[in-house]
């Protein structure tokens, strides 16, 4: 089984809709992150959290909210959809506590706004 | 964290090394450089990572200059299932920014038959 999982890994929807993407991963890792990918800009940074009561905006997070329901769930939640948040979307969990900062990336969920 | 330069593509035979260089002449002593790889619209994986000395793993091997301004990932025989963008990235350990990971463009590699 995978260790990071994201769920769905394709959706579609209409402008103005509320959806939720989940991530869960058995990895026993404290943070969690959520990264957007856009053709040809890399991944960019929507939110984090470094345990269930710590959530921090990343670089692009207007638009979207995050819950921490548990140390292995990790929500993210468009209120209300619109098409330039059509992009892949990646979950993403990491543990400082060995000394180094590797990161282990779900496969993605690819999101349609039309 | 300092900004890294690495081509856009590359191509390589399969069965010989794949040599993916990278360029990040502002780093700091305190910046490891890590490299990760994306397989088509797959998620990002974890490849290997160094601060100063050389570093080699089950998938790839690592060398950094004496003057760490330049580092090259080696995959010692590449396959088909190699083909996917490298990133190249210079982050500090602690500290700072070290909650995200900042993806530049990479380098796509192309394993041909």
Redesign the interface.
Known sequence: DAD?TQTPRNRITKTGKRIMLECSQTKGHD?M?WYRQDP?L??R?IY?S?DVKDI?K??ISDGYSVSRQAQAKFSLSLESAIPNQTA?Y?C?TSD?GQ??????????T?LLVL | DAKTTQPTSMDCAEGRAANLPCNHSTISGNE?V?WYRQIH??????II?GLKNNETNEMASLIITEDRKSSTLILPHATLRDTAVY?CIV?A??GGS?????????TLLTVNP
């Open positions: 990071v943070r992150y040809g890399g991944l940074l984090y470094f921090n990343g670089e892949l990646f993403a400082p000394g180094r900062e590797t990161q282990y990336f779900g496969p993605g690819r | 490891y890590y619209s797959q998620g990002p994986q974890y990572h990133y982050r350990e602690f070290n909650y995200k990971l900042t993806f530049g463009k990479g």
